[in-house]
């Protein structure tokens, strides 16, 4: 899997996997995780990961695009911090990862800086990279995600996420 080259497009990625997700079997919506197996037995430890019967994989926006693009599997404990040669999961990745987290939060500046470290180098860009007016662009989307944000969700709805892609799309992002 090749990680989109725009912000925009990165973003409807992460909307359609997720909603993948939700009719997914063995796999949960939760965004307080990144891609973490639930094990049907409470009681097995950190030392199972990689092991079968895992009752559902719970992931986010991000850890979505892992599982259903890059092909992590649910037992696959998988962080921005961890990688796995399983799916293809290095520096650029982790940096995919976290651009789309701050997007699902409303921090487009930071997701900026995290999708510019998607290149092959994943090298994390600054806001010095970026024109002034992409940065009054990121701010209005900013503003649509956050007037827009369920706290019982930790998202706003897909909606919202589609049309900032939209918008970020019109302006060149």
């Given at each position: 899997?090749?990680?989109?080259?725009?912000?925009?497009?990165?973003?409807?990625?992460?909307?359609?996997?997720?909603?993948?997700?939700?009719?997914?079997?063995?796999?949960?919506?939760?965004?307080?995780?990144?891609?973490?197996p639930k094990f049907v037995?409470?009681?097995?430890?950190?030392?199972?990961?990689?092991?079968?019967?895992?009752?559902?994989?719970?992931?986010?926006?991000?850890?979505?695009?892992?599982?259903?693009?890059?092909?992590?599997?649910?037992?696959?404990n998988l962080n921005p911090?961890?990688?796995?040669?399983?799916?293809?999961?290095?520096?650029?990745?982790?940096?995919?990862?976290?651009?789309?987290?701050?997007?699902?939060?409303?921090?487009?500046?930071?997701?900026?800086?995290?999708?510019?470290?998607?290149?092959?180098?994943?090298?994390?860009?600054?806001?010095?990279?970026?024109?002034?007016?992409?940065?009054?662009?990121?701010?209005?989307?900013?503003?649509?995600?956050?007037?827009?944000?369920?706290?019982?969700?930790?998202?706003?709805?897909?909606?919202?996420?589609?049309?900032?892609?939209?918008?970020?799309?019109?302006?060149?992002?």
């Amino acid at each position: 899997m090749i990680i989109p080259n725009r912000l925009s497009a990165l973003i409807r990625l992460a909307v359609a996997d997720s909603i993948k997700i939700e009719t997914t079997p063995g796999y949960e919506l939760n965004m307080d995780r990144w891609h973490f197996p639930k094990f049907v037995d409470e009681s097995v430890s950190y030392d199972a990961f990689g092991k079968e019967p895992v009752e559902a994989c719970q992931v986010c926006m991000a850890g979505a695009v892992l599982s259903q693009s890059f092909g992590a599997k649910r037992y696959q404990n998988l962080n921005p911090e961890s990688g796995s040669e399983d799916c293809n999961f290095g520096r650029a990745e982790r940096n995919m990862c976290r651009a789309i987290d701050h997007v699902r939060r409303g921090g487009m500046d930071q997701a900026a800086m995290y999708f510019l470290g998607t290149a092959e180098d994943g090298v994390v860009g600054t806001l010095k990279d970026l024109k002034e007016s992409d940065l009054e662009v990121l701010a209005a989307a900013q503003q649509v995600i956050l007037a827009g944000f369920v706290h019982d969700l930790g998202r706003a709805e897909w909606s919202t996420y589609l049309d900032v892609a939209n918008y970020l799309e019109s302006e060149g992002l």
